[in-house]
Structures are given as structure tokens and as C-alpha cells.
């Protein structure tokens, strides 16, 4: 290893809001990578198949660990949706203020846990 | 005066952004750094399309959800979700293993099974949902 501070080195920083926005963004994004896409091709990949495989699908998903599960992924999706606009506007070169940095980081977490309650409860009402 | 040359500053090592340049874990970036926002404001539209659509669908059952996937603009954003997707977090995925993996060899080997991974699954989906789209199943 390169006797050097390599990324993201986790050990010496004191812990604020926006180290937890850029760490949840990493978890969000690759769990979504190992969770989401499978699960997504499974889902189409059953609706190819035919009803009985997507009997299977339905029955495993529509369980409690099932639903656990999805709402766990679709709080990944807003999560990750939220922190990624934030690093847009990062990207233009704004929100560097402290303050300004730790509003919209404590608001993009806000945002994925509204975001996620609206999703389910549209699917439930609707 | 007093201003130093960058060869005075760095000998024959060149200029400042030369003396640091491909030092970083991946030792390169611009162009994966501007991919992964253009497939970042894909997944945004494409995948914000598939959120609202499952809302607002009435059921989950078979012949519901089929009938949705088999109009032309849901199969076609489905299919253009198997590619952008599936690059983007090829692309999250290589940042993961470049940051965590310090042996070249296993950082190859990481990288080629993500590569197997993500072209074969985004290749899954895309069949699958051709074939509803085609009405083959």
C-alpha cells in the first residue's frame, strides 16, 4: 500500500452530517448494485416466464421478510436519489458553507425517509 | 521575482499537475466521473418513470403488471433501465473495488467479474423484456 492518506479513511475524521450523507450514499448505491438488480431481474425475468414463476416471485416478495426487503430497497433508491441531487449541486460548485452544507445533508436523509413513506403509501392507497 | 519555474520547483519531474497526476486509487477519472453523472440523470428520469408507474398501478398481479410492461413506453424505458442501470453501478462498483482492493490482482479479477456481471444481467433483462414487449411468452 502507498504510504499515504488513501480514500475514504475512515478512521481520522470527526464524524458530521455530510460524512454520513457520503457514506450512506455508498451503501445505498451498492446495495442497491448487489440487491436491486437482481431482484429487478428476477421480477422481469419471471414476467417472461410465465404466471406460475411469477406466482413464485410474488409469494416470496409479498411475505414480511419480503416486504422488508423492498422497503429497505426503495428507501436505497430515495436515499441514494436524494444524496445524488445534492452532489449535482455540489458539482456546480455550490453548498461548500458549513452550514449550508449541513442543512442539505441533514435534508437529503429527511428526504429519503419522506420520499420512501410517500412511495409506500401511494402503493397502499392506490 | 523570487517566482520559480516549474523546473526549478520540480526538476525533471514537470509541472505540479504532472507531479501528482494518476497518483489517486484508480490513477485516472474524468471521463468515469462524467459517466457516471450522465447515467445518474438517466437512472433519475427512467427509474423516477418506473417509481411512479409501480404507485400508480392498481394490483401486482400477472396479467396488470403485463399489460403494462407490454406498451411500447414502459418496455422501452424498462429495456433503457437494463443498460443505464446496470452502467451506472458498473461504474459505482469499480470506485467500491478500486477503494477497498489493494492487491492488482485481485483488483483485476474484481473488475472482470463485475464486467461479466453487468453485461450479462443488463443482457437478462433486456430479453426478458423483449419478450413481453413481443408477446412471446
Known sequence: MANRPLSPHLSIWKWGPHMAVSILHRIAGDGMAFLALPLFLWWVGALASGPEAYGTFTSVMGSIPGIVVLVGISWAF????SSGIRHFVLDIGAGYEIETNKRWSYGSIASGIILTAVFWAAIVLI | MGQKTSLERYGNKGTALGHVRGLGSAHGGTHHWLLQRF?????????????????????????TVRSWMEQPVPAAALALICVNTFWHARLGLQVLIEDYLDQPGSKLAALVALNVAVFGGAAFGIVSIARIAFGAA
Open chain 1, 78 to 81: 430515495f436515499n441514494h436519489m
Open chain 2, 39 to 63: 447515467t445518474a440523470v438517466g437512472n433519475l428520469l427512467l427509474v423516477g418513470f418506473l417509481v411512479i408507474s409501480l404507485a400508480l398501478l392498481p394490483n401486482y398481479s400477472y396479467a
